[in-house]
């Protein structure tokens, strides 16, 4: 009964033992659970003594997320028969009900079958992780819910929607059938579900709207003030500090500043990230741009958010072609975190550069600029603007995840990456030679406070 207060009262958090379902709305029908004022939303939250979270709609999407948990305890009668069920389960029905019966009302929606049948679609995301106790071995479980409800059961793991989630690599379930049919087989698949909940749920509640804006660039949005709010809760001792280093030639920043400063401490401000720009007391031509904050895993990372919206004006041009748009991106990495790019084998670096299609090389030392610290190598990402800013995204978020001790999530990361990069502003060539070997080992935390060969502006 204690998890099921938790639940109700803090609404930003999952736990790992949980009942969450992620039912895709029609935008065109989220006002009949939705309600003016929310009333209709704040109804089913109180009867069902679930929590409930729509997700704004993304550009040209035409579903809306609805992410229903509680706590597993099966409490609420639910049905003719008065079956006790969780909380969420009985929330997931009272919105597909309004929904479906949003659609009986609408004489111009729903399809039909040839014999004039009214059908009805409803789809899920399901956490990669979680979607195989509906498959079943071989493919079992599946189909003995198609045999025994008659309804068209799909699971669907490509070209998935963008408001599909990377960290858990989500899968879509289709169901098409009868209303009656599908109602009978939401209820297997739900219950199935309640039965084995993902390792991943933790993260279900980031919304990929807080990550993508309008113009396509993947972002990490501010915390919310009720997020905020939850974050102060817990220990900011107990935050890791996660940094990305850039190493930005001489002439670029001045566009990383902005004039009077202003680009930089807009990005400063809209991410929560500090910035810091390293110019050498050498004679080197590069400088750094050191970006890190104190985060907890599951939030989104204002490094991160700060990093991807830099890199454009951190990067340089590769060729001296104007008309070539291949950008070089380099980073700064510890010596001891730089195995959890390369992986076994070279494994994860293979990886990277399959699925981004950008050149991924760790370089050797005494190619790294002067600038660096002696504990630091050289991570160069060259390739396409678009190319270049998915590599850079996996590059970090999997440093990101070393930096927590997460490297089992590693295997999650985005395949898939609904944006498009703008093309960088700078113009050099690359000038660094490449690094063949690999490593297996274990990988300490970055230490952001060790000194460095540089002057801080």
Do not use: W
């Amino acid at each position: 009964m204690a998890s099921t207060t938790r639940n109700i009262h803090d609404h930003n958090v999952i736990g790992p033992e949980d009942t969450v379902y992620r039912y895709l709305c029609p935008v065109r029908k989220t006002g009949s659970i939705i309600g003016k004022g929310g009333e209709i939303a704040k109804q089913i939250r109180s009867e069902t003594k679930s929590n409930m979270r729509i997700n704004e709609a993304l550009p040209g999407c035409e579903e809306r997320v609805v992410t229903i948990y509680s706590a597993s305890d099966e409490l609420n009668h639910f049905g003719d028969d008065g079956e006790l069920v969780c909380p969420s389960l009985d929330a997931l029905f009272k919105v597909h009900d309004m929904v479906v019966a949003d659609s009986n009302d609408d004489d111009d929606d729903g399809d039909e079958d040839l014999v004039g049948k009214k059908m009805v679609t409803v789809r899920m995301l399901v956490p990669s992780d979680q979607i195989g106790c509906v498959i079943g071995k071989g493919g079992q479980v599946i189909q003995k819910l198609r045999t025994e409800t008659s309804a068209q059961i799909r699971v669907i793991k490509d070209n998935l929607p963008p408001y599909a989630l990377p960290l858990s690599h989500d899968e879509l379930l289709q169901i098409i059938g009868e209303p009656l049919i599908v109602r009978e087989a939401l209820y297997q698949v739900a219950s199935l579900l309640h039965d084995n909940p993902s390792r991943f749920q933790h993260s279900l509640l980031s919304s990929p709207s807080t990550m993508y804006q309008p113009g396509g660039m993947l972002m990490c949005a501010p915390l919310t003030s009720s997020h905020r709010n939850y974050t102060a809760r817990r220990d900011l001792a107990d935050a890791t500090e996660f940094c990305v280093c850039f190493i930005c030639p001489a002439e670029n920043v001045g566009g990383v500043i902005g004039k009077g400063g202003g680009f930089i401490n807009q990005i400063r401000q809209e991410t929560g990230a500090t910035i810091r720009v390293n110019t050498s007391e050498t004679e080197e031509d590069d400088s750094i741009i050191f970006i890190s904050s104190k985060e907890f895993y599951e939030d989104p990372s204002p490094t991160v958010n700060a990093a991807i919206r830099l890199q454009e004006r951190c990067s340089e041009r590769a060729g001296k072609d104007t008309n070539d748009s291949t950008i070089s991106t380099r980073l700064l990495v510890s010596s001891s975190h730089i195995g959890c790019l390369i992986g076994k084998g070279g494994a994860v670096i293979s990886e990277m550069r399959s699925v981004t299609r950008a050149n991924i090389r760790i370089l050797q030392k005494e190619n790294v600029p002067k600038i660096a610290r002696e504990d630091e190598e050289m991570v160069q990402i060259t390739g396409s603007p678009d190319a270049a800013m998915k590599a850079l995204t996996q590059v970090i978020l999997r440093l990101r995840a070393n930096a927590f001790d997460m490297n089992h999530g590693l295997v999650l990361l985005p395949t898939s990456f609904p944006y498009i990069s703008q093309v960088s502003e700078s113009s050099k060539k690359s000038k660094y030679a490449k690094r063949d070997g690999s490593r297996d080992q274990d990988y300490s935390k970055l230490n952001s406070n060790s000194k460095r060969r540089n002057h801080v502006s």
